[in-house]
């Protein structure tokens, strides 16, 4: 784990070149080849795959279809010739011990800020299927993104601190920041562009409140946690319906939306939550993302990130630590942009509780906030709409944008949709990404 002041160059970590079953040991140890510029190669534990996890196979196939969707859309929509980024699969481990699967999708080993990007609750990796590949094409530096620590491919120690009653925010906060961190110091990575949604983007607060240093800007995507909300008090509570009430007791001791999924009929129950959640498009691959989302909620120990909701948020998803009160006690000599991204259509996160912060009261600090939205897209707009959001997290950044014409203010992705719809651009249309 690194820490402040601490020489990177001193620490150690390891790549394990894929994830495995929990009975396979080392081949070998060897060094790293070349340095990249952006960031130090880890040293790398070379393992022979026995037999890849039925996550790690389904997390392969997802970002396969996300890749294959993306080539395909380039020739119909004539946007020149597809560069076939390598995606690699990687748990980081730090000088702890402790690993971080990590997706990396990059065409360049530059001087150039790394993407970092990060899901929410009872996600991983995949959720970025369809985004990874033309974002990468277009972000100038590194992209990385990672299962979160006690989520997914990653470690997944036992956790027994299920709820509220028996873990504070700091401790549960804790837990990502620390080993967010040891990533980073592992990477060797000086500066990053944090991006996380809905319950990742809360966790990369809480991040960039003890490491300012290594934030550049951070992209908070539909994040959790945002607003002030009225506490559930046994008076409130009793007035609730009898069903809102066991919902909410199921909440408070540390029970998620899919608990029932590792028990019996969870292959059914997952592919009717992924029609129903997922917007449809052409990149929507419905057997892949079922596969993938119950192979994740059915992986190993429930850990951290299964009970991460009842640890961090009350019910109906509002921070027991707000966000509205942290993020103007940011380090804005240090960080220089908080870009929200919402959907635009259906999103259950409200673009106005960010907007409230861009209208800061007299005599409070207004931090460095835009906001906009995706078109078409709910709550996970990475998936309901890939182009949109890759439009807006290049368009991110105020002054340092990669794309010009600004970000606030904007819906992103409109002519991805009626490109979508129709299978064709209409006369005299701009071709969504074209020359960006």
């Known amino acids: ?89 990687r748990d980081v481990v730090d000088s702890l011990g402790r690993s971080i699967h990590t997706v990396v999708v990059s065409q360049t080993h530059s001087d150039s800020t790394p993407l970092v990007l990060s899901h929410g609750y009872a996600s991983g990796c995949g959720i970025y299927f369809a985004a990874a590949t033309p974002l990468a094409e277009q972000w100038p530096g590194p992209v990385y993104i990672l299962d979160s620590p006690g989520c997914g491919l990653s470690d997944r120690p036992p956790w027994s601190k299920v709820n509220a009653d028996l873990c504070s925010v700091e401790e549960a906060e804790d837990f990502y920041v620390e080993r967010l961190e040891g990533w980073r110091a592992a990477m060797g990575i000086d500066k990053m562009v944090l991006c996380g949604h809905s319950l990742g983007g809360y966790l990369n607060v809480a991040y960039a409140e003890r490491y300012a240093q290594h934030v550049e800007r951070l992209v908070l995507v539909s994040p959790a946690g945002v607003p002030q909300g009225k506490p559930m008090t046994p008076e409130r509570k009793a007035e609730l319906p009898i069903l809102f009430r066991a919902v909410i007791g199921l909440w408070e001791s540390g029970w998620g939306p899919f608990t029932v999924v590792r028990w019996g009929p969870g292959k059914w129950l997952m592919s009717g939550y992924v029609q129903r959640r997922f917007r449809d498009g052409s990149w929507r691959d419905s057997e892949a993302l079922t596969d993938y989302f119950h192979a994740n909620v059915t992986h190993g120990e429930e850990s951290w990130g299964g009970c991460a909701h009842a640890t961090l948020l009350r019910p109906g998803a509002f921070a027991r630590s707000p966000l509205c009160d942290r993020l103007p006690r940011l380090d804005f000599a240090t960080i220089q942009q908080v870009s929200f991204v919402y959907g635009g259509d259906g999103d259950w996160m409200s673009a106005s509780h960010a907007r409230e912060l861009q209208a800061a009261a007299p005599g409070r600090h207004a931090p460095p906030v835009e906001v906009a939205t995706v078109a078409g897209a709910g709550h996970n707009l990475m998936v309901d709409n890939p182009i949109g959001f890759v439009e807006a997290l290049l368009a991110s950044g105020g002054r340092d944008a990669i794309v010009p014409g600004g970000f606030d203010g904007r819906t992103f992705g409109e002519e991805a949709l009626r490109m979508d719809m129709s299978g064709d651009l209409e006369v005299g249309a701009q071709p969504s990404l074209r020359g960006v």
């Open 1 to 89: 784990m690194g820490h402040k002041g601490q020489p990177t160059h001193r620490r150690r970590a390891r790549w394990r070149a894929e994830p495995w079953a929990a009975s396979e040991r080392p081949q070998r140890q060897r060094r790293a080849g070349p340095q990249s510029v952006a960031a130090r190669e880890p040293d790398v534990v070379a393992r022979r795959m026995l037999w890849p996890t039925p996550l790690a196979k389904a997390e392969k196939r997802l970002f396969a279809s996300g890749k294959a969707w993306w080539q395909r859309w380039k020739v119909t929509h004539d946007l020149g010739a597809s560069i076939n980024l390598p995606i690699d699969y």
